[in-house]
């Protein structure tokens, strides 16, 4: 058993590469900007870089594991991921930098769909796959915290001329021990059934998703203009023609990318369709907190920064306790705690005042942060939940393009509507209708996210609970 753990580890640390490297750059956009002379489109391309090749990849990536290896994936992934951040770290100028964090979230969507799939075979019993997601969620709390507290500690410090280069550069010493230990320790899996990879497919299917996540992307600094409108019209199009080709392909019994078996699960279309929701929700609050906390609340940086952290304390606290819930009481504990992160932001709405003192938005952020760290773990459980080991990987990489596309939408489609309430010259007052707004919407998501967790098959429901 502590074999298994410690193999859980080892794939834990792509999770957390993953994840803290989507949030440590944005503390640091100021000394980028200021060292490398770019311009505001260019350190907006630095941050979507990341996400925009992260999104496009994830589905090939979990289907690259399903054919030639997880094991070999990953460490390949791991690899990539340390040369791109050697590359970041060392740039000269803003296009390398933009190139860099592109192919650096290219090789986090090698690795994302591995860690999900590793842990699905690695604990084939469901009271100890539903621990193992526990730590995955523990781990996500932690990349988020460190994301946002390292990218500001090394942009702060004094021993060089350019400290904000260690933000990448410390992915080397977690990259390499990675790298040797998982060549020790991981075990080796893919389906056994001999295809080669539809390149086709890949650069359809990569095109289509990188028009979409550039243009939701771009659209949260530029607004949805013609461009970006006609570039999610050419990806949707470009989408559509892939999926008849896939089906096509897999009726001539060719080489596919997607295998349309995995949404005959139904508690896998339940699990797309309530992570998609709850990430809506979830990265558009996110986004809109900031705002509100430094522009309505006038808080500073440091202070909004600081708050926010006490949100990633609870994340983690929540996905070690509610193990135990999710074990012994199923989706009734998920939608217990999907309510209870619609009572806090209710709270929210008549707390978050200026007068309000910190030790209350300290509390509301730890429990809302406990709300969430009770729910995102299970949510892939549920969606992977009785997957046969041949369509893990591409079932792992679908999960997690809906989940990366849906933090997208909700921050440019959420955040839109917040700007709109908020006027061209917002008062405090503004600032408050605004957030009421964008707040009112994330409870709708969260409603959907309930519905689609109480409509999960029956046949779920005795994995889902521990017998007395």
Same mark, same amino acid.
């Given at each position: 058993?502590?074999?298994?753990?410690?193999?859980?580890?080892?794939?834990?640390?792509?999770?957390?590469?993953?994840?803290?490297?989507?949030?440590?750059?944005?503390?640091?956009?100021?000394?980028?900007?200021?060292?490398?002379?770019?311009?505001?489109?260019?350190?907006?391309?630095?941050?979507?870089?990341?996400?925009?090749?992260?999104?496009?990849? !994830?589905?090939?990536?979990?289907?690259?594991?399903?054919?030639?290896?997880?094991?070999?994936?990953?460490?390949?992934?791991?690899?990539?991921?340390?040369?791109?951040?050697?590359?970041?770290?060392?740039?000269?100028?803003?296009?390398?930098?933009?190139?860099? =964090?592109?192919?650096?979230?290219?090789?986090?969507?090698?690795?994302?769909?591995?860690?999900?799939?590793?842990?699905?075979?690695?604990?084939?019993?469901?009271?100890?796959?539903?621990?193992?997601?526990?730590?995955?969620?523990?781990?996500?709390?932690?990349?988020?915290?460190?994301?946002?507290? !390292?990218?500001?500690?090394?942009?702060?410090?004094?021993?060089?001329?350019?400290?904000?280069?260690?933000?990448?550069?410390?992915?080397?010493?977690?990259?390499?021990?990675?790298?040797?230990?998982?060549?020790?320790?991981?075990?080796?899996?893919?389906?056994?059934?001999?295809?080669?990879?539809?390149?086709?497919?890949?650069?359809?299917?990569?095109?289509?998703?990188?028009?979409?996540?550039?243009?939701?992307?771009?659209?949260?600094?530029?607004?949805?203009?013609?461009?970006?409108?006609?570039?999610?019209?050419?990806?949707?199009?470009?989408?559509?023609?892939?999926?008849?080709?896939?089906?096509?392909?897999?009726?001539?019994?060719?080489?596919?990318?997607?295998?349309?078996?995995?949404?005959?699960?139904?508690?896998?279309?339940?699990?797309?369709?309530?992570?998609?929701?709850?990430?809506?929700?979830?990265?558009?609050?996110?986004?809109?907190?900031?705002?509100?906390?430094?522009?309505?609340?006038?808080?500073?940086?440091?202070?909004?920064?600081?708050?926010?952290?006490?949100?990633?304390?609870?994340?983690?606290?929540?996905?070690?306790?509610?193990?135990?819930?999710?074990? =012994?009481?199923?989706?009734?504990?998920?939608?217990?705690?999907?309510?209870?992160?619609?009572?806090?932001?209710?709270?929210?709405?008549?707390?978050?005042?200026?007068?309000?003192?910190?030790?209350?938005?300290?509390?509301?952020?730890?429990?809302?942060?406990?709300?969430?760290?009770?729910?995102?773990?299970?949510?892939?459980?549920?969606?992977?939940?009785?997957?046969?080991?041949?369509?893990?990987?591409?079932?792992?990489?679908? +999960?997690?393009?809906?989940?990366?596309?849906?933090?997208?939408?909700?921050?440019?489609?959420?955040?839109?509507?917040? +700007? +709109?309430?908020?006027?061209?010259?917002?008062?405090?007052?503004? +600032?408050?209708?605004?957030?009421?707004?964008?707040? !009112?919407?994330?409870?709708?998501? !969260?409603?959907?996210?309930?519905?689609?967790?109480?409509?999960?098959?029956?046949?779920?429901?005795?994995?889902? =609970?521990?017998?007395?």
């Amino acid at each position: 058993m502590k074999h298994k753990y410690l193999k859980l580890l080892v794939i834990l640390f792509g999770q957390l590469l993953t994840i803290m490297d989507i949030f440590i750059i944005n503390v640091s956009i100021p000394s980028v900007q200021r060292d490398l002379h770019a311009s505001n489109g260019e350190m907006q391309f630095m941050i979507a870089a990341y996400l925009i090749g992260f999104a496009s990849f !994830l589905i090939t990536g979990g289907r690259l594991g399903d054919l030639y290896g997880r094991k070999k994936i990953y460490i390949i992934g791991l690899i990539a991921f340390m040369v791109s951040s050697i590359a970041c770290g060392i740039s000269i100028g803003a296009e390398q930098l933009v190139i860099s =964090r592109f192919v650096q979230g290219i090789s986090a969507a090698m690795m994302a769909p591995q860690v999900l799939s590793m842990i699905q075979i690695l604990f084939p019993v469901h009271h100890e796959r539903t621990k193992a997601m526990g730590w995955y969620g523990i781990t996500i709390g932690i990349g988020t915290i460190l994301g946002q507290f !390292l990218g500001g500690y090394f942009s702060s410090l004094t021993i060089m001329e350019e400290p904000w280069r260690l933000i990448f550069l410390m992915n080397i010493p977690i990259c390499l021990p990675a790298v040797f230990m998982s060549l020790k320790l991981l075990n080796e899996s893919k389906i056994s059934v001999k295809q080669s990879l539809n390149m086709g497919g890949v650069a359809i299917l990569s095109v289509g998703l990188f028009c979409a996540a550039y243009a939701l992307t771009m659209s949260e600094h530029e607004g949805f203009h013609f461009k970006n409108a006609l570039l999610m019209v050419i990806s949707a199009g470009i989408i559509f023609g892939f999926i008849k080709n896939q089906k096509k392909r897999i009726q001539n019994e060719s080489s596919y990318l997607i295998d349309f078996e995995l949404f005959r699960y139904k508690n896998f279309n339940q699990g797309i369709v309530a992570v998609s929701f709850f990430f809506i929700m979830l990265d558009s609050y996110f986004y809109i907190l900031s705002l509100f906390f430094q522009d309505g609340l006038k808080i500073s940086p440091l202070e909004a920064g600081e708050i926010i952290a006490f949100q990633g304390l609870g994340f983690i606290l929540a996905s070690a306790v509610s193990v135990k819930l999710i074990l =012994r009481y199923g989706k009734k504990a998920l939608i217990a705690g999907l309510s209870f992160i619609i009572v806090i932001l209710i709270f929210q709405l008549f707390l978050f005042r200026i007068q309000t003192g910190f030790p209350v938005l300290w509390l509301l952020l730890f429990l809302h942060g406990l709300g969430v760290g009770s729910i995102i773990p299970s949510l892939a459980n549920i969606a992977l939940s009785g997957m046969p080991e041949k369509l893990i990987g591409n079932a792992s990489g679908v +999960y997690n393009t809906f989940q990366q596309i849906a933090a997208i939408i909700g921050i440019v489609a959420v955040g839109s509507i917040f +700007y +709109y309430f908020l006027g061209a010259k917002p008062a405090v007052q503004n +600032y408050h209708n605004a957030f009421t707004i964008a707040v !009112l919407i994330n409870i709708l998501c !969260l409603i959907f996210v309930i519905v689609s967790v109480f409509r999960v098959p029956n046949h779920v429901l005795p994995e889902m =609970r521990c017998k007395k």
